[in-house]
């Protein structure tokens, strides 16, 4: 849900202008791949070949297919998000509003799906999955411990995440903003 | 989420007893064969061999392969619903406890994430998914109907659903009792 899921990220932090280049094309090309071609497009070959860098290159910094796996994420979940006013149900709104546009405009929810399915037989995916699930929780708790206890907050955060996750994998009714403000007001109660 | 989730049933419903008996026999096979070897493992030639019947017999009465899939599903989700007493919070915390069984105990959570994935690419599987979702949302309704307006009744149902089913597909840690009440609670208000 967010820019900074990573599961062992590429070993290279004070970078370079290139490798920041380099990686920005990456993240681009697997995140394109994952989304139009699916899953299994993301390979270092077609990879090194939509981002135009040698296989060589890509497999010097993302050894594993999993860590091209986690670029894509990264592509489809960047998005800035909303900066807390400290007024919770101003702040939950415009925060599930940026989630369903991940959700749906960048079309995250069709690979969580994937994610979700294929996590039950890789350990190292299902760690993956649980990076990015324990990033949404802590973006939602934040907005929810101004105000309530912090087990409270791990409910509304499930409640919050779940309904919209639920909405976008599971149905292909579009979720208006009636949909968001009523799952606000419910949780808030 | 119920036994009686089906699209396009096989035509057979004036039951003969032998075929109401190759029918049980095919959907435990078929829901086995889903839960311990995955998706791909429930074909004609496997369920005909671990149900003990001729592959023509098979062909015969499901044609195509998502009517072994529907049989799969319907095995999973075989559990006595809850009868309602009229008590909202008593009826939606037994109802959660059996949905809970379904996802968790009965495996329905790792496959209903293999249907959201392959929905996505399958108009007839999204068919499938939306009759499950459907089904899913006329038992809750059901309850909060008796004191909500059909609106408010239609989000209750969402966001039980919805957490209930992203903390079992999204996480790997068990769903409490706790939970389940605090779920319950919350969405009552």
């Given at each position: ?26 993240r681009r090309a697997a995140g394109e791949l994952l989304l ?6 993301v ?28 670029e894509a994420f990264n592509h489809l979940?960047a ?27 960048h ?83």
């Open positions: 849900m967010s820019t900074t899921a990573t599961t062992s990220p590429p070993s290279h932090e004070r970078v370079d202008p290139r490798v920041r280049r380099t990686r920005t094309d990456v139009e071609e699916g899953w299994d497009a390979t270092h070959a077609r990879v090194a070949s939509a981002a135009g860098y040698s296989r060589a290159t890509i497999y010097a910094h993302w050894p594993r297919p999993i860590d091209l796996l986690i979940g998005i800035p998000h909303h900066e807390p006013t400290g007024d919770l149900r101003q702040d939950l709104i415009a925060e599930l509003t940026i989630f369903r546009t991940v959700l749906v405009d079309g995250l929810a069709r690979v969580l799906a994937t994610l979700a399915d294929r996590a039950t037989t890789s350990p190292e995916l299902a760690e993956f999955r649980d990076s990015i699930v324990a990033e949404g929780n802590r973006l939602f708790e934040t907005i929810f411990c101004q105000h309530q206890s912090q087990e409270q907050a791990r409910l509304s955060s499930a409640l919050v995440l779940g309904t919209v996750f639920y909405l976008a994998t599971m149905t292909d009714e579009p979720i208006s903003d009636d949909t968001l403000v009523g799952i606000a007001d419910r949780v808030i109660g």
